[in-house]
């Protein structure tokens, strides 16, 4: 069986979390979807889980360094992969669902044990499943929250104080990555990648 590595402190911080609803704000590069990666694996390998993992599209997923890459070396001998319905399903029933965000009315009947929003992912999905999964995971950006429209806007999430956002509510763990954290001995050629690539610093917090 594979074992889980923590990268960073974001990582494991997320892994351990027992919030029903846990939100993660971390600069591109920080390792966030790798995060909901080993979340999904840990639980699956605790006891018997179904979990939802949702992403952009399949050929985000599917992609050199996705989801679907990600999970079959994290899962190596204890799981097995159908490509055709996207699910990993492990020795002890345990089953994650990759599913992509094209039309939510195919997505009702998922399993809510535990539902995981990579990032980018549309705020109608994640409105109407939050309050019907039993544990959730959200990346998004600070930007994206502060919305009005925002999918913690219509959930009434957020705590405001004077019309300033000062946080989430009671119960919703935030946890933050910086994009210096995922970063060990050997990885500087990738840090200098996503610094190109990306040449600004995006906010983690509120303040």
Known sequence: MSKIIF????????????????????????GAT??????????CRESDKLVT????????AKAAGGAVQELNKLVEGSARYSDKSLIFTFNNGSKIKITPCQDINTTLGLA???MLFDANIPDE???FHLTRAYKSVVVDSIDNIEKEDSWANQLNLL??????????????????GSL?????????????????????RMRTSFN
């Open 125 to 127: 999905f994640i409105c």
């Open 112 to 114: 809510r044990d535990l």
């Open 34 to 43: 790798y995060a909901l990666l080993i979340k999904a694996v840990g639980e």
């Open 159 to 176: 705590v405001k104080e004077g019309g300033l956002i000062k946080g989430f509510v009671d119960g919703v763990e935030h946890i933050t």
């Open 180 to 200: 210096d954290d995922n970063f060990f001995e050997g990885k500087e050629t990738y840090r200098k990648y996503v610094t190109q690539a990306i040449p600004w």
């Open 7 to 30: 990268a960073n402190k974001m990582q494991q911080q997320v892994l351990n979390s027992q919030a029903r609803l846990t939100v993660v704000t971390a600069e591109p590069g920080a």
């Open 53 to 60: 993992l949702f992403v952009p599209t399949i050929a985000h």
